[in-house]
Each structure stands twice: as structure tokens, then as C-alpha cells.
């Protein structure tokens, strides 16, 4: 597994929220942008979708996921905790860049898709978790935890995560591990033991509960 | 019935062997599904692409 963000002290959602208004520096959009690539693409296909628009172009497709990176960490930043989970304001924004998207489309082009009714489409945008589709909700939930295992990954050493992460993410056997670590059997399951530890510890942050949970 | 994130983090005692292989297993699956996503042609398109907006929102914020 590649470093999503290594060097990241605080969870992500946090560390974006500290940043608020602020300009970002290529390690915090690049962070954002490695783990909520797939939730964005998930929404993003989704609303294309709701438009009867099922084959969309790999070119207007990076547009739009490049219009909602850029466009969260514009100046005007305005996601805010207290009004809602972060995956309905992710949603939110991927459905407004989708609709620029198509309002951007050369008039008089054949269309190989049916408007939906705007009214329908605004309507439908923001529900709660139960009205998602099912794979939103399974990327969504799989780059929680994958933003969960790096905020790990930035908490204990270098050797403890890479024995954790080979017996209990890549199914090492622990023996093997040792040996290639010229340690003891004992100390590869300490490091398993420590960081299972801090993930639960890091899971009960309210902030991670919070987006998780329907 | 327990979802992942209860079964990934409850304690040891409260999960059977086989949830808590579930719950590991599950945890892989998360990872896979990021890392692939991340070492696809079409990340690595749209990085670029992000990477060059954003080198120009910075030259545009210091003038």
C-alpha cells in the first residue's frame, strides 16, 4: 500500500477543517485528492446517472473531479461540522460541478442523455444516507477507514505499522514477518496489538463515528 | 448485526474469531479499493491536472 499521508499528525477530516480558509499546500490536496478520488467519481457517476447519462467520457469525468478538488480548497471553503456530515457536503458540491459540467456542454450538441427536471435533481441531491446508492455508501465508508489505517500509519513507527500491515492487511504469517524483521514472533504481534489499539482509540473519535455511521 | 466499523474496533473479547477475520479482512478490501483507485492511469491524469490548476491559483495569489 502506498503512503496516502504519511506525515499527516492529525486525521485528515480535522486537519482540513483546522485549514479552513486557508491555502493549501500540495501535501494537503494531494492527500485529499489520493483518498476521496473515489467517493467523488462514485457521486459524480451517480448524478450523471440521474441525468439518463450512463457511458460519460473519460474527459468530462477528470473535469468534474477536477472541479470539486479545486474548488473545495478555493478561498471560500465552506464546509462546515455543525451542519452535516462531510460525505452530504461532498455530495453537494460533485452534484453543483456535474450540473456546471453539463451547463457547459456546446448548445445545439445532440445529447446522449434526457434532462431530468431541475427541480428533481435539487430535490434529490442532499439525502440522507438511505436515499445514497449503495456504492457511494461502499467507497465512502472504504476511504473512512483507509483515511482511518494512515492516520494510524502517522501515529507509530515506521517498522511497527509495516509488521502490522503485512500480517494483518497482506496476510503474512507472523513467523514470516519476524524473520524478514530478525526479531522475535513476540514482537511482531506486540506492533499488531499496538496499532489494532490505537485504531480503535482513533475510531472513537466522534469525527470518524460521525461519517460512518448511517 | 454488526457493521465493519463495530467489528474493526470493538475489543478483542466482544468478537469471535471469525468476526474479527471479517473485520481484518474488510479493513483489506478498504485499502485495496483506495490504493487501486490511486494507481489507476485516470488518478494519475487528473493529479496532473490538479497539480497545474493549482500551481496557477498560486501564482495568481501572490500577485
Redesign the interface.
Given at each position: 500500500?502506498?503512503h496516502?499521508f504519511q506525515d499527516t499528525p492529525v486525521s485528515l477530516l480535522s486537519c482540513l477543517q483546522e485549514n479552513r480558509g486557508g491555502?493549501?499546500n500540495?501535501k494537503a490536496?494531494?492527500a485529499f485528492?489520493?483518498?476521496y478520488?473515489?467517493p467523488i467519481?462514485a457521486v459524480a457517476l451517480s448524478v450523471f446517472r440521474r441525468y439518463n447519462w450512463k457511458h460519460v467520457p473519460?474527459a468530462i469525468?477528470?473535469d468534474v473531479?477536477?472541479d470539486v478538488?479545486?474548488s473545495f480548497?478555493k478561498a471560500d471553503f465552506s464546509y462546515d461540522p455543525s451542519r452535516g456530515k462531510f460525505r452530504h457536503y461532498l455530495r453537494q458540491l460533485t452534484t453543483w460541478r456535474v450540473k456546471d459540467t453539463l451547463a457547459r456542454l456546446p448548445k445545439g450538441l445532440s445529447l446522449p442523455f434526457e434532462e431530468v427536471a431541475e427541480a428533481e435533481l435539487s430535490a434529490s441531491s442532499l439525502q440522507p444516507d438511505g436515499e445514497l446508492e449503495a456504492r457511494e455508501v461502499e467507497?465512502y465508508?472504504?476511504?473512512?477507514?483507509?483515511t482511518l489505517?494512515e492516520d494510524v500509519r502517522s501515529r507509530v513507527s515506521p517498522q511497527t505499522f509495516l509488521m502490522f500491515e503485512m500480517v494483518?492487511?497482506?496476510?503474512c504469517s507472523p513467523e514470516e514477518v519476524a524473520a524478514r524483521f530478525k526479531v522475535k514472533r513476540n514482537v511482531v504481534d506486540n506492533a499488531s496489538h499496538r496499532v489494532l489499539k490505537k485504531?480503535?482509540e482513533l475510531?472513537?473519535q466522534p469525527e470518524y463515528?460521525k461519517e460512518?455511521?448511517a | 448485526m454488526k457493521?465493519?466499523?463495530d467489528k474493526?474496533?470493538?475489543?478483542d473479547a466482544a468478537l469471535t474469531e471469525e468476526e474479527r477475520e471479517e473485520a481484518?479482512r474488510?479493513?483489506?478490501?478498504?485499502?485495496a479499493?483506495?490504493?487501486n483507485?490511486?494507481?489507476s492511469p485516470?488518478?494519475k491524469?487528473?493529479?496532473r491536472?490538479?497539480?497545474k490548476?493549482?500551481a496557477g491559483?498560486?501564482e495568481d495569489?501572490l500577485e
Open positions: 500500500m502506498s496516502l491555502f493549501p500540495e490536496w494531494s485528492f489520493n483518498l478520488h473515489g467519481r473519460d469525468l477528470d473531479i477536477l478538488v479545486t480548497f467507497v465508508r472504504a476511504t473512512l477507514l483507509a489505517l494483518k492487511i497482506f496476510g485504531l480503535r475510531a472513537l463515528r460512518y455511521e | 457493521s465493519a466499523w474493526i474496533f470493538a475489543s481484518l474488510e479493513l483489506a478490501e478498504a485499502v479499493l483506495v490504493t483507485l490511486q494507481e485516470a488518478h491524469r487528473i493529479e491536472q490538479i497539480a490548476k493549482m491559483k498560486t495569489s
